[in-house]
Every structure is written in structure tokens, then in C-alpha cells.
């Protein structure tokens, strides 16, 4: 059976016309699935039954379960664990800011980047999300609140750069104007690290947020945390980082999670001023999160302060993440990994 959600509208277009249907119903389908987020034909009431028949015995609406939501009393912030329909689980988070509702989205079941400090990656990559599944996870949400979602993240489990084409076919669905019309300008997607796609990417000349996950300053550091950098040294990075800006005109930031001990030392911020520089990128620093397997413990709150004081002084901004949800399996992949644990 064919994914219907992950096709664009012209897309289904063709489709109808192959049916021997009228384009026009392709339109009428788009916004059942993509505005009103329904999750059956048989709600597709203007329809015929005749049409509603043929279209469940040709394509798969795809759905997610909810299995669990945690909420945060502190702020409001929701973790969700889904169930894909193979049976897998994801888990995605929203948080609740003045401007609006921001979606924290996963792009694969796992993850094969193999980040020391991560959660998500322990178990390895199970396989990649489809367009659908992504979309899903906001139109889900967008149901469970009954608000509309103004900001979406790929920031949840799995590297999206590992998932290239979905990840495209994804954007494309989520900023459709008869879909959900989010801005590319509200939407931000984090990679490890990956150069070849971070071009690819680039070429494409999307307005979206890229934000990369540095976490050291030398090649050395960053292997000991990142095993990526073997794969690409911090100078071809920031080399691809600079060809994104160039390209889209677009302001990169760097992800960086303080680790009591290891990379949150005056030399650490003289070495990310330089490269955050280099390339113009906004910092985020977030003390890393606690997960029981990594030993990491995260910076404390003066350190973090003196840490982005000595970014400022070298001329670089930054901004210290309110650590959200910190009360509710606040990382990636915690609250998976507690669920299949008990399992
Ligand atoms: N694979 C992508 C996106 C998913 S991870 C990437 O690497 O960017 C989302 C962000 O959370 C990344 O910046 C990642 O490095 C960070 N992260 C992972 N585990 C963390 C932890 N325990 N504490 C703080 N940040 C963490």
C-alpha cells in the first residue's frame, strides 16, 4: 500500500489522474490529511463512498499511537512517546514559548551517529522516518492541544542528514501553503555533522535554520566525543558551514553542551569563539543533560555564565538554553530507552 501522506499535492496529483479521478480531488484529499488531519477516508466526507473505497484499497494513511505523554509542572513542556504502525516507538516534545508552540521532532527510529553523551544512539539506528512520519508527529501533537504549531525542530532522535531526501520531502510538505504553511523560517534542523549533505542542502537555498552540534573546538576533542569527526575534521565543517551561509544567507548556530570537566574550560571557549567567528554562527549552550550510561555531568550555572561571558568578550554571542522539561526524561532518547528497559 502507498504512503499517501508523503506525497506532495502535485504528486497526487498525478496520482487521481492515473485513478481516473479528477485532479481537483487531489486538493480535497490534501486538505483532509495536511489541514484538518484527519486520519481515515471514511472522514473524507465529500467524497463518494465509491472513491473513499478505492482510495483505502490503493494507499495507508499512516498514524501514530500515543502510548505515553509526560508533562513538565515547571513549564509546561509535553514528552510524547509515539508508536509507529511496524510497532516502533519516537518520541517528540513540545515546548511552550511567548511566541507560539515549537515541535522537537525525531527523524529515525535510534540513531547510528554514536555521540558519547546521547541517548538516543545506544541502541543504533532501527531505520529512517518516512515524510508521513514526521509530519505525524506534529499533526498529533497539533490534536492533542488543539493550538496550531508555529515552529518545528529536527531535533529529536536520529541524525536527519542520515534521512536527506525524506527530510526534503518533509520540509517541503510542512511549509505547503495547503498544508500546515509553516515558515521555513520557524523551522531549524541540527546535524552532527555531516558535510557532504550540509552542501547538498545548501544548494537547495531553503530559508531554514541549520544548526550543528560542535561540542568541541579541535579535531582531537570532538573525536573523543563525536565519533563524526573521524569522518570530517572540524575545518571541513566549518568550510561547509560557510558555504550554507554564503548560499542562503542564513545565520548558522552552534550547538554546544557543557560537560563538567571536558570541554567547558577558558581554552574551550577561546577555541569556539574562533570558529564561531569564522563562520558567523550564534552559540547555544546548553549544560548536557544527565543520562546514566555517559558518566557526563553537566557544567554548573556560574560556570555556564563565565563560559558564555568569555564567549562575548572574544565577540561572539550566545544564548544559555533554558533547559526545558528538565523534570520529564528532558534528553533525547531517555524516555524510549526507560520504556523499552522495562520492557
Ligand atoms: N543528530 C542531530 C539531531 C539530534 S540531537 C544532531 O546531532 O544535531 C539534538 C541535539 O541534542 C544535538 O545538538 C545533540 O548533540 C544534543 N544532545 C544529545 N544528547 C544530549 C545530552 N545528553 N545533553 C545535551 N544535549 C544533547
Known amino acids: ?39 481515515s477516508f471514511d472522514e473524507m466526507t465529500d467524497l463518494s463512498a465509491a472513491l473513499r473505497e478505492k482510495l483505502s484499497s490503493e494507499y495507508e494513511i499512516t498514524d501514530l499511537k500515543k502510548l505515553e505523554v ?21 518520541e517528540s516534545v513540545l515546548m511552550r514559548y511567548h511566541h507560539g508552540n515549537s515541535v522537537c521532532i525525531s527523524s529515525q527510529v535510534g540513531c547510528r551517529m554514536g555521540c558519547k553523551f546521547c541517548a538516543s544512539t545506544i541502541g543504533g539506528c532501527i531505520r529512517s522516518l518516512e515524510p508521513s512520519e514526521m509530519l505525524d508527529q506534529i499533526y498529533k501533537i497539533t490534536n492533542d492541544i488543539n493550538e496550531r504549531v508555529s515552529n518545528v525542530v529536527v531535533m529529536g532522535m536520529g541524525e536527519p542528514m542520515d534521512n536527506f531526501d525524506n527530510l526534503i520531502r518533509f520540509i517541503t ?33 531553503l530559508s531554514i535554520t541549520l544548526a550543528i552540534s560542535l561540542h568541541a573546538g579541535t579535531d582531537e576533542k570532538r573525536k573523543a566525543l563525536m565519533p563524526i569527526a573521524n569522518k570530517y575534521s572540524l575545518s571541513e565543517l566549518t568550510d561547509a558551514c560557510s558555504y550554507y551561509f554564503k548560499e542562503t544567507g542564513r545565520r548558522l548556530t552552534f550547538e554546544y553542551a557543557l560537560i563538567a570537566g571536558v570541554n567547558d574550560k577558558p581554552k574551550d571557549a577561546d577555541e569556539i569563539a574562533a570558529l564561531a567567528r569564522k563562520v558567523s554562527a550564534h552559540v547555544n549552550l546548553i549544560p548536557v543533560n544527565p543520562v546514566t550510561e555517559t558518566g557526563f555531568k553537566p557544567t554548573s550555572g556560574r560556570e555556564t555564565n563565565a563560559f558564555k561571558q568569555a564567549l562575548e568578550q572574544r565577540g561572539v554571542n550566545s544564548t544559555v538554553r533554558r533547559e526545558m522539561g528538565r523534570d520529564i526524561d528532558g534528553a533525547c532518547g531517555q524516555l524510549r530507552k526507560r520504556k523499552l528497559d522495562e520492557k
Not at 9 to 27: C, D, Y
Not at 177 to 203: F, H, M, W, Y
Request: aromatic share 6%; hydrophobic share 35%; with cysteine.
Open 70 to 90: 509526560q508533562i513538565s509542572k515547571d513549564d509546561g513542556t509535553r514528552k510524547y512517546l509515539f508508536e509507529l504502525s511496524d510497532g516502533n516507538t519516537v
Open 173 to 205: 510538505l510542512v511549509t505547503d501553503e495547503n498544508g500546515l504553511n509553516i515558515s521555513q523560517r520557524n523551522i531549524t534542523v541540527s546535524t552532527c555533522g555531516l558535510v557532504p549533505e550540509i552542501r547538498k542542502l545548501a544548494d537547495l537555498h
Open 1 to 39: 500500500m502507498k504512503d499517501i501522506k508523503s506525497l506532495t499535492l502535485s504528486q497526487l496529483k498525478e496520482e487521481m489522474t492515473a485513478l481516473g479521478e479528477k485532479p481537483f480531488r487531489a486538493g480535497q484529499i490534501y486538505k483532509w490529511l495536511h489541514v484538518k488531519l484527519v486520519s
